[in-house]
């Protein structure tokens, strides 16, 4: 597979085909379907615990890193014929060390008194896997029998600081099974137990998805989105304030 990074556009405007995405995440599922775009979903064949546990980079491009990894697996998927991939990794960042998703109740209230008062990074790389065309599939690099892409990727960093909340808080949230599959330990969008107090940038980022990155990824793509999926120029994030529950506007 002859899979390039890239931010260059191809030049020209393109018809978009299908979205794939690959994942198991609801809540990526539900926010894709706010593009208003053509998408179906599949799960990425990839094993993340084996494949995070083998790499030596930043933990700061870890999540863009797994993201160009299950874009790659994706693609030898038959659902994946004539669609673009797309792919998203979230990290949770506390002084440079990744806080990944809990392992079972102890460790997501570990995760959380670490977190507790204190400002974090959520970083969530995005890819998305563009087939070739013809010329570009010749290339010497194409391996045999895989679908040849080209997958451009990027990250999206968003502050985030957690209020000082209680251990009995803390108790009641990790009895609610919330905190359990998602990375950092808790998720911002949970209506009863509101833990970050403020951040800075883009909601969906810390929900998972920052569709604002996902635009830009298919614009440079040479696809032209329709107008309400553009993000303004000089904006963040119109989808955050799309989004954005009215409960959490105090935290912008």
């Given amino acids: 597979m002859n899979n ?31 593009l208003g775009l053509p998408f179906k979903v599949t799960v990425s064949p990839l094993d993340e615990e ?118 009995e808080e803390i108790e009641a949230y990790i009895a609610s099974g919330d905190p359990l599959d998602k990375a950092g330990a808790y998720g911002i969008q949970n209506p009863n137990f509101q833990l970050p107090e403020r951040i800075a940038g883009c909601y969906l980022n810390v929900v998972g998805f920052p569709l604002c990155t996902l635009s830009a990824l298919l614009e440079a793509g040479g696809f032209t989105l329709p107008a309400p999926v553009q993000p303004s120029p000089g904006s963040f994030c119109p989808w955050s304030k799309h989004c954005l529950p009215p409960a959490r506007k105090s935290m912008i």
Avoid at 5 to 16: A, D, F, K, P, V
Wanted: charged share 25%; aromatic share 4%.
């Fill in 50 to 167: 084996w494949l995070e546990a083998r790499y030596d980079g930043p933990a700061e491009e870890l999540g863009r890193w797994l993201a160009e990894r299950k874009a790659e697996a994706a693609l030898a998927l038959p659902e994946a014929a004539d669609c673009l991939v797309v792919t998203a990794d979230t990290t949770v960042i506390l002084d440079g060390i990744s806080q990944g998703k809990p392992r079972d109740a102890a460790h997501a209230r570990a995760i959380l008194r670490r977190l507790r008062g204190r400002w974090h990074q959520v970083i969530t790389g995005v890819a998305v896997a563009f087939p070739m065309r013809g010329d570009e599939a010749s290339a010497p690099a194409a391996y045999k029998g895989q679908k040849p892409a080209l997958i451009r990727s990027s990250r999206c960093v968003t502050p985030v600081l957690m209020r000082s909340y209680s251990d």
């Fill in 4 to 34: 390039q990074r890239t931010s260059e556009g191809n030049g020209g405007s393109q018809r978009l085909p299908v979205l794939l995405l690959a994942s198991a995440s609801p809540r990526r599922r539900q926010l894709i379907a706010q």
